[in-house]
């Protein structure tokens, strides 16, 4: 069992929040003997290099209201942590949590800015299931024309409204829509991360 675990994760490093080191190598047994992991070698790999650092919005300081605490805390509770001068989402900065989005942000949006190239400017970017905005509002950081962020649940939407208003992001806007009546709704990029896993049917949704 845990040569398997060494074999997926020879860094010994375990997703976000899994603490248990057993309970990742029960789960990728289960995997490997159902056959779930062996379509993820056939992929190609892409390594990169990745920056954790503050959101590229956070890092501007142009925010042209900067919130009080008592303001943020009343959106509450937030899933993501964010930091203004003086106000943060979830209080004191949470590390795990903060580290593992800058990371995804890194990964992911940089990836396709690099992709992209500077024809982005002119690309437009649909973020599906984009919950209280940061990355579509990193899509808009690096550069690209006109980014949507779509969530099913208004709370999502009215957070990620007040994100993106105190940090002045103008390219970026937010509506609420299920993510099953996209109709309409098409763009150069479409991102979707973090929503298939929260689906009954996620082949048929896409």
Known sequence: MFEVNRRLYPDGILP???TNPDFWVRFCVWADDNEFSTPEYLLPQIVRQTNIAPFRFEQRHRNQAVPTQDQVAALGPWDYQIEWANA????????????????????????????????????????VESHCGILALEFGEVGFGEVKGLDLREANIRQARFVQSTFDCPRVSFDVLNARNLSGHAADVVFCGGLLYHVTFPVELL
């Open 16 to 18: 976000a929040r899994e």
């Open 88 to 127: 943060a989402t979830k209080g004191i900065r949470p590390e795990a949590d903060w580290h593992v989005h800058r990371y995804r942000s890194s990964l992911l949006v940089d990836l396709a800015a690099d992709i992209a190239g500077a024809a982005r400017t002119q690309m437009s970017v649909l973020d």
